[in-house]
């Protein structure tokens, strides 16, 4: 079974803080995203990841930016938290090729005060 | 990138009957994928369609993608307190990379 771990459930931070969001997968999978759910707008891609040390940006990259420094591991930054940025955050990974199902942690629920 | 269009937003129906979630799209997709996401969970997924005209079935489920690869609908049948979630459809892209583009979701609340 594919498992997908996120660090945190809940998080709250404060504005202007920097904020590190890690996902570990156990699957050797070389696909690794980063979403953002919020109500209304489904999932945004925020940065995606194709193998170690490589990434691109998705459809919402402003305001973050990503560390995929191991396979297994990929982290979203906060560099300076804001309000706009509370959300849910989901990890997925998936095997290469276009289109291959993903698997989703469990989320981490930020909230910026 | 371009979005998937998912109607209805939200659905809600009493226990028992059925449901329907569509996803459209202005270009032909190579293939489309369903997930569902539980109340306070993460997104699942549940099938991948890949040929025109393709019905496959998951018990209660009955998933299509249309002859001209630009649609698709999930439909349950009889609908149980255990279908409550969000049904997303996503689509890979167009050309290049690795990223899908979900839908936006249809939400499904059951009355008991």
């Known amino acids: 079974d594919v498992k997908v771990t996120q660090s945190s459930r809940y998080l709250v931070k404060r504005t202007g803080e920097k904020v590190f969001l890690e996902c570990v997968q156990d699957m050797d999978h070389e696909n690794m995203f980063w979403y953002r759910q919020d109500p209304g707008l489904g999932l945004r891609l925020i940065y995606f990841?194709?193998?170690?040390?490589?990434?691109e940006k998705g459809d919402i990259p402003e305001g973050y930016s990503v560390s995929r420094e191991k396979k297994e591991r990929f982290s979203l930054i906060l560099e300076s938290a804001s309000t706009n940025q509370t959300s849910m955050y989901l990890c997925a990974s998936s095997l290469p090729g276009a289109g291959n199902e993903q698997y989703f942690g469990p989320g981490t629920r930020l909230t910026v005060t | 990138g371009q979005q998937v269009m998912q109607i209805p937003q939200y659905q809600h129906v009493q226990e028992g009957e059925d449901f329907t979630t569509y996803c459209n799209s202005s270009?032909?997709?190579?293939?489309i994928q369903w997930y569902k996401q539980r109340p306070g969970g993460h997104p699942v997924f549940l099938i991948q369609?890949?040929?025109?005209?393709e019905v496959k079935k998951q018990k209660r489920l009955t998933f299509q993608f249309g002859e001209a690869k630009k649609n698709s609908s999930l439909h349950i049948t009889a609908t149980q307190t255990t279908d409550v979630g969000t049904y997303f459809c996503a689509r890979p892209p167009f050309f290049g990379n690795e990223k899908l583009t979900f839908g936006t979701g249809t939400r499904l609340t059951i009355i008991p």
């Open positions: 990841s194709y193998d170690v040390k490589m990434k």
């Open positions: 270009t032909t997709l190579s293939n």
């Open positions: 369609l890949v040929k025109s005209g």
